[in-house]
């Protein structure tokens, strides 16, 4: 099983509200990922969870919050987003954070900023 | 940092024909090598990988090819159908670092019946 979920799966917020963005993954993997997706764009990574530490946050702005509260679950707290914050937000993960590791990635949260 | 280059960016196809889709990575210490097929709407999902120990690997009608030595690698698609109609993404992973990796740009094939 190679089954990565997310939820909710559409999100729509004003730019004053606070949102969250759940993954929840059961495949014992240790490293899990937050991407940003555009349109007809490849995944633009935003931050790496390794054993439940934060590894990687690729300088995204602080209106971004991630959280692992276990090795199964990760969120992504929204505060005062802009609309050009707007995209598909997948989340993923992989055995581990090491060379050859194959990511999964989620559905995605399709999340429209107004 | 790793620079991976995806070309074309759109390919279009009869039902039928075969489909190439060719990427270039920078960083020789990249050993793996996973390729995402992207339908609309959908999640990228794994279609076939390659690790630098191996030149060729097929799945059925895909295959991959790589070449170390140049620094490059190809999707190939046999017979395609409608579809395999998708955006497809090459990747390139270091064997140190980060292990993130990078991705290319994308390939929108589409498949004409």
């Known amino acids: 099983d190679t089954e990565v979920t997310q939820t909710p799966k559409h999100l729509v917020m004003g730019m004053t509200n606070k949102k969250s963005l759940k993954c929840e993954q059961h495949?014992?993997?240790?490293?899990m990922y937050w991407y940003k997706q555009k349109a007809k764009k490849p995944p633009e990574l935003m931050f790496v969870?390794?054993?439940?530490?934060?590894?990687i946050n690729e300088s995204v702005p602080s209106r971004f919050s991630p959280e692992c509260p276990n090795s199964s679950l990760l969120n992504l707290h929204l505060h005062a987003l802009q609309p050009e914050d707007s995209a598909l937000y997948l989340c993923?993960?992989?055995?581990?954070?090491?060379?050859?590791?194959?990511?999964?990635f989620g559905e995605g949260s399709w999340l429209t900023v107004v | 940092g790793e620079n991976v280059e995806q070309h074309p960016s759109t390919l279009s196809v009869q039902e039928g024909d075969s489909a190439v889709i060719k990427c270039t990575y920078s960083?020789?210490?990249?050993?793996?090598f996973p390729w995402y097929k992207q339908e609309l709407g959908k999640r990228p999902q794994l279609i076939i990988d390659?690790?630098?120990?191996?030149g060729e690997k097929k799945d059925q009608r895909i295959a991959v090819t790589l070449n170390k030595t140049a620094k490059h690698f190809s999707l190939h698609i046999t017979e395609t159908q409608p579809e395999d109609s998708a955006v497809y993404f090459c990747?390139?992973?270091?064997?140190?670092?980060?292990?993130?990796?990078?991705f290319g740009r994308g390939t929108s094939l589409i498949v004409h019946p």
């Open positions: 969870y390794s054993y439940e530490k934060l590894s």
């Open positions: 495949m014992g993997h240790r490293a």
């Open positions: 993923a993960s992989s055995p581990r954070q090491g060379s050859g590791n194959t990511i999964y």
């Open positions: 390659i690790r630098s120990n191996v």
């Open positions: 990747a390139a992973s270091p064997a140190g670092g980060s292990y993130i990796p990078t």
């Open positions: 960083d020789s210490a990249s050993n793996y």
